[in-house]
């Protein structure tokens, strides 16, 4: 199953460094809204609950105007509603599968298809798979 993902940070760099800091290791799931917002967040997963917060998902995303004219910020959050939501996903010309990652994010495939919607909607052409998020990973709804 190769998941095509558009990360908004370098999900490598900060995987390590949370790695590093935390002491456990620290992978990315996905790039996604958590409900229906129009923007999305990184999202990363750590096996045990973060010792003062109690998450094992977090997610990054900017906050502020990153065009220079003001302080940009980076911010994080606890990102436990991912586990169980339900990822439409469809398929390139070449067997990635793509998902939509908010409500706002259209994405049109070198085949045709397209999917829109995030995690507020699906609207999609093509065949759509279903996947949901359980314990860092994708697994694949049988309907």
């Given at each position: 199953?190769?998941?095509?993902?558009?990360?908004?940070?370098?999900?490598?760099?900060?995987?390590?460094?949370?790695?590093?800091?935390?002491?456990?290791?620290?992978?990315?799931?996905?790039?996604?809204?958590?409900?229906?917002?129009?923007?999305?967040?990184?999202?990363?997963?750590?096996?045990?609950?973060?010792?003062?917060?109690?998450?094992?998902?977090?997610?990054?995303?900017?906050?502020?105007?990153?065009?220079?004219?003001?302080?940009?910020?980076?911010?994080?959050?606890?990102?436990?509603?991912i586990e169980g939501q339900t990822i439409a996903m469809i398929e390139d010309i070449n067997g990635n599968l793509v998902y939509s990652q908010h409500?706002?994010?259209?994405?049109?495939?070198?085949?045709?298809?397209?999917?829109?919607?995030?995690?507020?909607?699906?609207?999609?052409?093509?065949?759509?798979?279903?996947?949901?998020?359980?314990?860092?990973?994708?697994?694949?709804i049988e309907e």
């Open positions: 199953m190769n998941i095509k993902h558009n990360p908004i940070f370098n999900t490598d760099e900060i995987a390590k460094h949370y790695s590093k800091q935390d002491g456990v290791e620290i992978k990315y799931v996905c790039t996604s809204a958590l409900g229906s917002e129009a923007s999305a967040m990184d999202i990363f997963y750590r096996e045990t609950p973060h010792p003062e917060f109690g998450n094992r998902y977090f997610g990054i995303f900017p906050k502020g105007d990153y065009s220079g004219n003001n302080a940009a910020m980076t911010m994080i959050t606890n990102a436990d509603a409500r706002h994010d259209f994405r049109m495939m070198n085949n045709g298809n397209m999917i829109d919607g995030g995690r507020a909607y699906v609207r999609a052409n093509g065949m759509i798979r279903s996947f949901e998020v359980k314990d860092g990973e994708f697994v694949e």
